[in-house]
Every structure is written in structure tokens, then in C-alpha cells.
T-cell receptor, first 114, second 111 residues
Framework: SQTIHQWPATLVQPVGSPLSLECTVE??????LYWYRQAAGRGLQLLFY??????ISSEVPQNLSASRPQDRQFILSSKKLLLSDSGFYLC?????????????FGQGTRLTVV | DAKTTQPTSMDCAEGRAANLPCNHS???????VYWYRQIHSQGPQYIIH???NNETNEMASLIITEDRKSSTLILPHATLRDTAVYYC????????????FGKGTRLHILP
């Protein structure tokens, strides 16, 4: 069966520090991968999605970037965190290669920028 | 993808059926209706999807109107653990593309 791993679960970082969140999927190949952010009390905002290695689509211009160095690995990064980067970050995957279906989410990382 | 409209919040008594509506009047012929829910502090969970026929699984039932302009997610015997935000999404299946979530319906199950 397929599983998605996302870490860390919680993170407290000072303003101006770098960020790296990692997400990996097991049990499937060529998945579509997604990063979402949910600010406190707000909805899910799609940040990035990827249909293959090195293929990243950015939905919202901001202080973040994403990379997909391997088929089942998706990384969210920032060079310098802002207070507004605080939120609940969620990674998700769906079946790829033109068979895109429902998405399956990780447990999320709660980031607090102080 | 077609836009959806859902009530902001709903209440339902524990043990009763929870009926969550969703309007998608601009849905196109190849778009499916998907439902997810997000329990507090967790990632969203896929519930069910359908094209035009009613669907049922171990979690819920999905009723889609004949003109496909609206649908209802039914939780047959709601429990306190069903308290969550429920999202209705309309999108083309079998396509590699972004998945956009709206604001959803906050369902409160009352003891």
C-alpha cells in the first residue's frame, strides 16, 4: 500500500532563518505531488505541484520554493522565513501519468515563525 | 475546473444523518465530484467521488442530481468524530493537474 511521510510534525523557526520541509511517498511510482499551506483558521492554499522530477508549477508567488530531486521526494524550502510563513504545511500525492485521481495527504508540519 | 458553493457551517445531532449540500452549476460533462474532509489539525482525507450515479462506500453516500448541478454528501449515522470541515471539489478525472480546495462546510456534530 501507499504511504506518505512528512516531517517534522512541528517546527519553530526565527524570522530570517532558512526552511526545508521534506515529503516522501512510498509504494507508488510517478506520483503527482503537492504542497499546500493552511494559515490559522483559513482554507487550504495550493503552493506548488509537480507531475515529474524537476517539473514544478508554482501557484502563488511568495517567499517559498519547491524541488523534486527524486520521483517520490518533494521538498519545500525558503532562504529567509517571514512571520507570514507561519502555518500548517501539507504534502499530498495522487496517481500520476494521466491517471490523476483523488489526493492523499500527509499529517502536516505546523510551522511557527517567531 | 468548475466552481463549487457550500454552506459555511452546519449542525447535526449525533446519530442522525448529516446531509451536506454542494452546488456546482457550471460542471462540465467530464468533471467528477469529489468530497474530502479535514479533521482539526490533520491533513484532509478523501471520502468519495462520483460522476453521475449515486455512490456509496464505507464512509458515506454521494447523491448527484440528474442535471449534475448539485450533490449531497450523506453521513448516515453521524458521530462526534465526524466533526470536521468538508470540502466539495469538481475536477476532471484522469488528468495530472492542480487540486484546488474551496472553503468547505464546517460540520458540527452535537451530542
Amino acid at each position: 500500500s501507499q504511504t506518505i511521510h512528512q516531517w517534522p510534525a512541528t517546527l519553530v523557526q526565527p524570522v530570517g532563518s532558512p526552511l526545508s520541509l521534506e515529503c516522501t511517498v512510498e509504494g507508488t511510482s510517478n506520483p503527482n505531488l503537492y504542497w499546500y499551506r493552511q494559515a490559522a483558521g483559513r482554507g487550504l492554499q495550493l503552493l506548488f505541484y509537480s507531475v515529474g522530477i524537476g517539473q514544478i508549477s508554482s501557484e502563488v508567488p511568495q517567499n517559498l520554493s519547491a524541488s523534486r530531486p527524486q520521483d517520490r521526494q518533494f521538498i519545500l524550502s525558503s532562504k529567509k522565513l517571514l512571520l507570514s510563513d507561519s502555518g500548517f504545511y501539507l504534502c499530498a500525492w495522487s496517481v500520476g501519468r494521466g491517471r490523476g485521481t483523488e489526493a492523499f495527504f500527509g499529517q502536516g508540519t505546523r510551522l511557527t515563525v517567531v | 475546473d468548475a466552481k463549487t458553493t457550500q454552506p459555511t457551517s452546519m449542525d447535526c445531532a449525533e446519530g442522525r444523518a448529516a446531509n451536506l449540500p454542494c452546488n456546482h452549476s457550471t460542471i462540465s460533462g467530464n468533471e467528477y465530484v469529489y468530497w474530502y474532509r479535514q479533521i482539526h489539525s490533520q491533513g484532509p482525507q478523501y471520502i468519495i467521488h462520483g460522476l453521475k450515479n449515486n455512490e456509496t462506500n464505507e464512509m458515506a453516500s454521494l447523491i448527484i442530481t440528474e442535471d449534475r448541478k448539485s450533490s449531497t454528501l450523506i453521513l448516515p449515522h453521524a458521530t462526534l468524530r465526524d466533526t470536521a470541515v468538508y470540502y466539495c471539489i469538481v475536477r476532471v478525472r484522469w488528468r495530472d493537474d492542480k487540486i484546488i480546495f474551496g472553503k468547505g462546510t464546517r460540520l458540527h456534530i452535537l451530542p
